[in-house]
Protein backbone atom coordinates (compact mmCIF):
# COMPACT_ATOMS: atom_id res chain seq x y z
CA UNK A 1 0.00 0.00 0.00
CA UNK A 2 1.41 3.30 -0.66
CA UNK A 3 1.94 5.31 1.77
CA UNK A 4 3.27 9.06 2.90
CA UNK A 5 5.23 9.72 6.24
CA UNK A 6 6.08 13.05 8.18
CA UNK A 7 7.47 14.01 10.44
CA UNK A 8 8.65 15.75 13.39
CA UNK A 9 4.42 15.51 14.39
CA UNK A 10 4.51 19.38 15.38
CA UNK A 11 7.58 21.56 15.72
CA UNK A 12 8.16 24.67 17.84
CA UNK A 13 10.96 27.37 16.65
CA UNK A 14 11.66 30.66 17.48
CA UNK A 15 11.59 33.66 14.93
CA UNK A 16 14.73 33.20 12.64
CA UNK A 17 15.39 29.85 13.71
CA UNK A 18 15.73 27.59 10.35
CA UNK A 19 14.71 24.14 10.31
CA UNK A 20 13.50 21.36 7.69
CA UNK A 21 10.39 19.09 7.62
CA UNK A 22 10.87 15.80 6.41
CA UNK A 23 8.30 13.46 4.10
CA UNK A 24 9.21 9.68 3.12
CA UNK A 25 7.17 8.26 0.84
CA UNK A 26 6.39 4.79 -1.38
CA UNK A 27 8.98 4.87 -4.00
CA UNK A 28 7.28 2.49 -6.47
CA UNK A 29 4.63 4.44 -8.77
CA UNK A 30 5.48 7.93 -7.56
CA UNK A 31 4.53 10.39 -10.30
CA UNK A 32 4.47 13.85 -8.50
CA UNK A 33 5.11 15.15 -4.55
CA UNK A 34 3.15 17.91 -3.32
CA UNK A 35 3.53 20.59 -0.36
CA UNK A 36 0.68 22.14 0.93
CA UNK A 37 -0.14 24.77 3.40
CA UNK A 38 -3.49 24.58 6.03
CA UNK A 39 -4.41 27.19 8.10
CA UNK A 40 -7.02 25.82 11.07
CA UNK A 41 -10.31 25.13 9.64
CA UNK A 42 -8.97 25.65 6.18
CA UNK A 43 -8.34 23.94 2.69
CA UNK A 44 -5.03 22.97 1.88
CA UNK A 45 -2.92 25.65 -0.03
CA UNK A 46 -0.84 25.08 -2.64
CA UNK A 47 2.39 25.50 -2.20
CA UNK A 48 5.24 23.24 -4.51
CA UNK A 49 5.18 20.20 -7.00
CA UNK A 50 7.75 17.87 -7.48
CA UNK A 51 8.12 15.59 -10.15
CA UNK A 52 12.28 14.03 -10.13
CA UNK A 53 14.95 13.61 -7.65
CA UNK A 54 17.16 16.68 -7.23
CA UNK A 55 14.59 19.14 -8.07
CA UNK A 56 14.21 21.89 -5.61
CA UNK A 57 11.67 24.72 -5.94
CA UNK A 58 11.57 28.29 -3.84
CA UNK A 59 9.09 30.51 -2.71
CA UNK A 60 10.19 33.45 -0.09
CA UNK A 61 11.17 31.82 2.85
CA UNK A 62 10.32 28.17 1.91
CA UNK A 63 12.31 25.22 0.02
CA UNK A 64 11.66 22.12 -1.03
CA UNK A 65 13.49 19.54 -2.57
CA UNK A 66 13.17 15.84 -3.35
CA UNK A 67 15.09 12.82 -2.84
CA UNK A 68 14.61 9.39 -4.67
CA UNK A 69 13.24 8.20 -1.07
CA UNK A 70 12.01 11.87 0.51
CA UNK A 71 11.07 15.37 0.51
CA UNK A 72 12.46 17.83 2.90
CA UNK A 73 10.56 21.43 2.75
CA UNK A 74 12.83 23.89 3.96
CA UNK A 75 11.68 26.99 6.05
CA UNK A 76 14.55 29.80 6.57
CA UNK A 77 14.45 32.76 9.14
CA UNK A 78 10.09 31.71 9.91
CA UNK A 79 8.40 34.79 10.98
CA UNK A 80 5.30 33.67 12.92
CA UNK A 81 2.64 34.27 10.22
CA UNK A 82 4.75 30.99 8.60
CA UNK A 83 2.38 28.95 11.34
CA UNK A 84 0.62 26.52 10.16
CA UNK A 85 -0.08 22.99 9.42
CA UNK A 86 2.16 21.52 6.64
CA UNK A 87 0.80 18.63 4.21
CA UNK A 88 2.90 16.54 2.15
CA UNK A 89 0.96 14.60 -0.32
CA UNK A 90 2.17 11.77 -3.65
CA UNK A 91 0.34 11.20 -6.50
CA UNK A 92 0.58 7.49 -7.76
CA UNK A 93 -0.06 6.16 -11.05
CA UNK A 94 -2.98 3.82 -11.16
CA UNK A 95 -6.52 4.14 -12.80
CA UNK A 96 -6.84 6.75 -10.23
CA UNK A 97 -4.99 9.59 -9.88
CA UNK A 98 -5.33 10.11 -5.99
CA UNK A 99 -3.09 12.25 -3.57
CA UNK A 100 -2.03 10.40 -0.72
CA UNK A 101 -1.52 12.60 2.24
CA UNK A 102 1.18 12.37 5.20
CA UNK A 103 -0.68 13.52 8.69
CA UNK A 104 1.07 16.46 8.28
CA UNK A 105 3.85 18.94 10.39
CA UNK A 106 2.35 21.55 12.86
CA UNK A 107 4.57 24.68 12.61
CA UNK A 108 4.35 27.03 15.35
CA UNK A 109 6.64 29.89 15.12
CA UNK A 110 6.86 32.11 17.79
CA UNK A 111 7.95 36.16 18.29
CA UNK B 1 -9.55 32.64 -12.78
CA UNK B 2 -11.95 31.40 -10.00
CA UNK B 3 -10.92 28.78 -7.73
CA UNK B 4 -12.54 25.99 -6.04
CA UNK B 5 -16.09 27.07 -3.87
CA UNK B 6 -17.36 24.48 -1.67
CA UNK B 7 -20.64 25.21 0.29
CA UNK B 8 -21.87 25.51 3.07
CA UNK B 9 -19.32 26.23 5.18
CA UNK B 10 -20.75 24.52 8.21
CA UNK B 11 -23.18 21.69 9.09
CA UNK B 12 -24.94 20.32 12.03
CA UNK B 13 -26.24 16.70 11.50
CA UNK B 14 -28.36 14.48 13.76
CA UNK B 15 -26.83 10.37 13.40
CA UNK B 16 -29.06 8.66 10.94
CA UNK B 17 -29.55 12.43 8.77
CA UNK B 18 -28.46 12.70 5.04
CA UNK B 19 -26.57 15.45 3.94
CA UNK B 20 -25.28 16.47 0.92
CA UNK B 21 -22.28 18.86 -0.04
CA UNK B 22 -21.28 21.11 -2.90
CA UNK B 23 -18.59 21.55 -5.13
CA UNK B 24 -18.06 23.92 -8.01
CA UNK B 25 -14.90 23.54 -9.67
CA UNK B 26 -11.86 25.33 -10.78
CA UNK B 27 -12.31 26.90 -14.55
CA UNK B 28 -10.27 24.51 -16.60
CA UNK B 29 -10.34 21.51 -14.44
CA UNK B 30 -12.61 18.53 -15.49
CA UNK B 31 -11.99 16.09 -12.39
CA UNK B 32 -12.87 16.62 -8.92
CA UNK B 33 -12.14 14.46 -5.91
CA UNK B 34 -13.32 14.47 -2.66
CA UNK B 35 -11.46 14.10 0.56
CA UNK B 36 -12.29 13.57 3.89
CA UNK B 37 -10.07 15.25 6.53
CA UNK B 38 -10.51 14.52 10.96
CA UNK B 39 -9.37 16.58 13.51
CA UNK B 40 -5.35 16.11 13.38
CA UNK B 41 -5.08 13.98 10.66
CA UNK B 42 -4.28 14.09 6.69
CA UNK B 43 -7.10 14.15 4.37
CA UNK B 44 -7.80 10.98 3.27
CA UNK B 45 -9.31 10.08 -0.39
CA UNK B 46 -12.84 8.95 -0.76
CA UNK B 47 -13.52 9.18 -4.86
CA UNK B 48 -13.09 11.15 -7.36
CA UNK B 49 -15.26 11.75 -10.84
CA UNK B 50 -14.44 12.39 -14.06
CA UNK B 51 -16.60 12.58 -16.91
CA UNK B 52 -19.60 12.12 -14.83
CA UNK B 53 -18.83 9.30 -13.45
CA UNK B 54 -17.01 7.59 -10.55
CA UNK B 55 -13.07 7.36 -11.68
CA UNK B 56 -11.86 5.55 -8.37
CA UNK B 57 -13.05 5.36 -4.49
CA UNK B 58 -11.16 5.38 -1.32
CA UNK B 59 -11.78 3.06 1.68
CA UNK B 60 -15.72 4.38 2.35
CA UNK B 61 -18.84 3.01 2.45
CA UNK B 62 -21.77 2.51 -0.08
CA UNK B 63 -23.15 5.16 2.00
CA UNK B 64 -21.01 7.93 0.25
CA UNK B 65 -22.28 8.98 -2.38
CA UNK B 66 -21.49 11.44 -5.28
CA UNK B 67 -22.34 13.28 -8.50
CA UNK B 68 -20.60 15.52 -11.43
CA UNK B 69 -22.45 17.61 -13.30
CA UNK B 70 -21.49 18.37 -17.15
CA UNK B 71 -20.30 22.05 -15.90
CA UNK B 72 -17.95 19.86 -14.09
CA UNK B 73 -19.17 21.03 -10.51
CA UNK B 74 -20.51 17.87 -7.56
CA UNK B 75 -21.74 16.80 -5.00
CA UNK B 76 -20.60 14.41 -2.05
CA UNK B 77 -24.00 12.57 -0.40
CA UNK B 78 -23.43 10.90 2.99
CA UNK B 79 -26.40 8.44 4.02
CA UNK B 80 -27.53 7.19 7.66
CA UNK B 81 -24.58 9.50 9.15
CA UNK B 82 -22.63 8.35 11.71
CA UNK B 83 -21.23 10.05 14.61
CA UNK B 84 -17.78 9.22 12.71
CA UNK B 85 -18.55 10.63 10.09
CA UNK B 86 -17.95 14.54 11.66
CA UNK B 87 -14.68 15.80 10.00
CA UNK B 88 -13.70 18.81 7.42
CA UNK B 89 -14.80 17.32 3.79
CA UNK B 90 -12.74 18.80 1.37
CA UNK B 91 -12.87 19.20 -2.70
CA UNK B 92 -10.09 19.52 -5.15
CA UNK B 93 -10.48 19.96 -8.58
CA UNK B 94 -7.74 19.07 -11.17
CA UNK B 95 -7.36 17.88 -14.77
CA UNK B 96 -7.34 14.37 -15.62
CA UNK B 97 -4.12 13.43 -14.67
CA UNK B 98 -3.53 15.71 -11.61
CA UNK B 99 0.19 16.70 -12.79
CA UNK B 100 -0.89 20.46 -12.98
CA UNK B 101 -1.70 20.00 -9.29
CA UNK B 102 -4.67 19.86 -7.14
CA UNK B 103 -6.46 22.87 -6.48
CA UNK B 104 -8.70 22.33 -2.50
CA UNK B 105 -11.79 24.76 -1.82
CA UNK B 106 -12.17 25.85 1.98
CA UNK B 107 -14.17 23.03 3.05
CA UNK B 108 -17.57 21.98 4.70
CA UNK B 109 -17.46 21.43 8.20
CA UNK B 110 -19.46 18.52 9.19
CA UNK B 111 -20.79 17.94 12.50
CA UNK B 112 -22.76 14.92 13.52
CA UNK B 113 -24.63 14.39 16.51
Known amino acids: EDQVTQSPEALRLQEGESSSLNCSYT??????LFWYRQDPGKGPEFLFT???AGEEKEKERLKATLTKKESFLHITAPKPEDSATYLCAGIYGGATNKLIFGTGTLLAVQP | ETGVTQSPTHLIKTRGQQVTLRCSSQ?????VSWYQQALGQGPQFIFQ???????GRGNFPPRFSGLQFPNYSSELNVNALELDDSALYLC????????????FGSGTRLTVV
Open chain 1, 50 to 52: LYS
Open chain 2, 92 to 103: ASSSYTGIGGYT
Open chain 1, 27 to 32: VSGLRG
Open chain 2, 27 to 31: SGHNT
Open chain 2, 49 to 55: YYREEEN
